[in-house]
């Protein structure tokens, strides 16, 4: 768990550092600091660094919420399948209740379904879980979106910015070519080429954890469906209404 975390945010710090590394190889006189380089890509930079923030800060949720305790724990599936086989449904149904995991909730619809039509047909235990871990699954799969939406709009934020930076520079070259101030066109080529920058360097290290968080969430589902289909088959071939 930490190691991951360390890993994540190591990606993110290293992109952060490598769109600066540039200005240690600059001369002393030709360097800027990072507050010059945020003030020259205007009030943009704070959009993009309030995105930076909510991709960390969703990295971080994510890795604490997508583990196999809040899915489907093995001490718990291992309880679970004690009580059914004693045929104690009541208190399989409390154990869910007390510990509510995505394992937890499928288990509980099926009980509550039994409970509710106890001459139901057994097969239609297979509906339930496979409605119920859909639901389970699509609650993880919309979850790690965001960061796929945040890959797109920092980037969207950044051309914004870009479009900005040249609408400035060539305003100041539009009416006189010979009076333009070189200040004032390479500010807005600058503040073009900073948001660009900035935006990239959001995007990239959230479509990388997007991707990594998509094949944990894949492997979670395989752990989730075998261990609901495991349990619920011991209610079918019980053939007992709790």
Known sequence: MKKT??????VWLLMVFSALAAEE???AAEA???AEIIRMGGW???VLGVLSVLGLALIMYYLLELRVRNVAPAAQALRLRELLKGQR????RELCARQPTALAS???AGLDFLKENPQAKPGML???RVSEGARQVGRMQNMIHYLLDLSAVAPMVGLLGTVIGLLKAFNSVA???AKARPMELAAGVGQALITTIAGLIIAIPAMMAYSWFRGRVIKLTGRLEGTATDLLAILENQGDAP
């Open 5 to 10: 975390l360390s890993w994540t945010i190591g």
């Open 25 to 27: 190889a600059l001369p």
């Open 32 to 34: 800027m600091s990072l």
């Open 44 to 46: 943009l930079m704070y």
């Open 89 to 92: 449904p009541t208190e399989a």
């Open 106 to 108: 499928i288990l509980r």
């Open 126 to 128: 297979k509906d339930i």
């Open 175 to 177: 009416f006189d070519v």
